[in-house]
């Protein structure tokens, strides 16, 4: 296999946007196997592969019988004969891979003798050990199929050598729960509510009503010199340490004015002094 070639490893949960990776990253030049025997793996690395790929992506997961219990013996093989791949482990909310699967009425894999919601509960018990490993988690819960694709096309033209700290800051409300994947969580719910004021209620973080209301403050001004200066300091220090994704999660109460108004501006920040950021709202849509 040509040295230059990226390799990921997609699993992780049933439902959760496997295949949808998958089908985003041939989109980028990647020559895809979905539902690869994780012990056939080392032979067909050793194929003839084309130049033309940008890289290889390798979807395993539950659908095979005896993929917990030899992936770890094959990755380690494969290290330690020099290959390098990342693994990539997708997963969402229970209530999201319940609806997903009412759906598309599929059969989840360890459904076949017990009920959906079992299987689910099942799986993610058994694919715990691996989460643990991967270089990335990425919780699709609150992802459009547009975002993850774009999510994966970042990953794709990643460049193997030198790979960018990816930063995304994600807003949310902390009464639909915290986020699963955050490196870092910040409460702001000490800044003063435009939800009390009627005619700011129904505008969201990112109108500049809202923004002059949240930002134009010393309390907030305050928060933000000091939040950036922090995060001016830890980030070369990630990237120092090799980390290649960092979530920055800011909290408000429902994740609509506070939350939003309040990361836009530290995305701005990050964006002129870090390079690569993006920034998802994840419950900027639901109902306050």
Request: aromatic fraction near 12%; hydrophobic fraction near 40%; charged fraction near 30%.
């Amino acid at each position: 296999m040509p040295e230059e070639l990226k390799m990921i490893i997609i699993t992780g949960l049933s439902g959760s946007g496997k295949s949808t990776a998958m089908a985003a990253f041939e989109d980028a030049g990647f020559y895809c196997v979905d539902n690869m025997p994780v012990s056939l793996l080392p032979d067909f690395l050793n194929l003839p592969i084309k130049k033309e790929y940008t890289g290889l992506a390798f979807v395993m997961d539950l659908r095979e019988k005896y993929f917990l219990d030899r992936y770890e013996r094959v990755f380690e093989s494969l290290g330690k004969t020099g290959y390098r791949f990342e693994i990539i482990f997708f997963e969402a909310d229970e209530n999201v891979l319940l609806r997903r699967y009412s759906q598309t009425r599929r059969f989840h894999p360890l459904a076949r003798t017990r009920g959906v919601l079992e299987g689910i509960r099942l799986e993610r018990q058994k694919m715990m050990p691996l989460r643990r490993i991967a270089g990335q988690v990425i919780d699709t819960s609150n992802y459009t199929i547009h975002e993850l694709k774009s999510r994966i096309f970042d990953i794709a033209r990643e460049k193997e050598k030198r790979i960018p700290l990816r930063i995304t800051i994600l807003t949310f409300g902390f009464k639909y729960g915290l986020p699963n994947d955050a490196d870092l969580v910040m409460d702001v719910r000490f800044v003063a509510n435009p939800y009390f004021v009627p005619e700011l209620k129904p505008l969201d973080g990112r109108a500049p009503e809202i923004q002059n209301y949240v930002i134009n403050r010393d309390i907030t001004h305050r928060f933000i010199e000091k939040y950036t200066d922090l995060l001016d300091f830890l980030i070369p220090l990630y990237e120092k340490e090799g980390k290649a994704y960092l979530t920055i999660a800011i909290g408000c109460t429902g994740g609509r004015h506070r939350s939003v108004a309040i990361a836009c501006s530290i995305y701005e920040h990050i964006k002129g002094r870090h390079g690569w950021v993006h920034i998802v709202h994840r419950d900027i849509g639901k109902d306050n």
